[in-house]
């Protein structure tokens, strides 16, 4: 299943090592390359799609592009129902003092990414 908005999906591909077989080019002795395929990161989010809410996979270059709209208050391509709560944060932080925003950021760092 591919990525919601932009498509990304299974690509064909090949695995080559890096071993440079002996001289001459002689077949048996050459660098295998096996088929394989390569997966996009697809991670699964609600969204909002005419009032309603949607479960579909999203790659993470788009979350991510959705993650920057909202820091730099642009309108998203997709409403994430996970990041509005982020949307309502960044905007409490803006309006808070300085001493108030470094709180608000250890406070918001600490919940999202943990170092154990």
């Not at 002795?29 to 390569?38: Q, W």
């Not at 309603?52 to 909202?70: A, E, G, H």
Request: glycine share 6%; charged share 35%.
């Amino acid at each position: 299943m591919p990525c919601y908005h932009c498509q990304k999906g299974i690509i064909h591909g090949h695995s080559h090592t890096h071993h440079r077989g002996v001289a001459g080019g002689r077949w048996k002795k050459r660098a295998p390359k096996t088929a394989r395929i390569f997966f996009p990161n697809l991670q699964k989010v609600e969204i909002l799609e005419n009032g309603k809410v949607k479960n579909v996979k999203l790659c993470t270059k788009c979350l991510k592009r959705i993650k920057k709209d909202i820091r730099d208050k642009k309108k998203p391509f997709l409403t994430v129902v996970k990041l509005q709560e982020l949307k309502k944060d960044y905007a409490e932080v803006e309006k808070a003092p300085a001493t108030a925003v470094l709180k608000k950021v250890k406070k918001l760092t600490s919940n999202k990414i943990s170092l154990k």
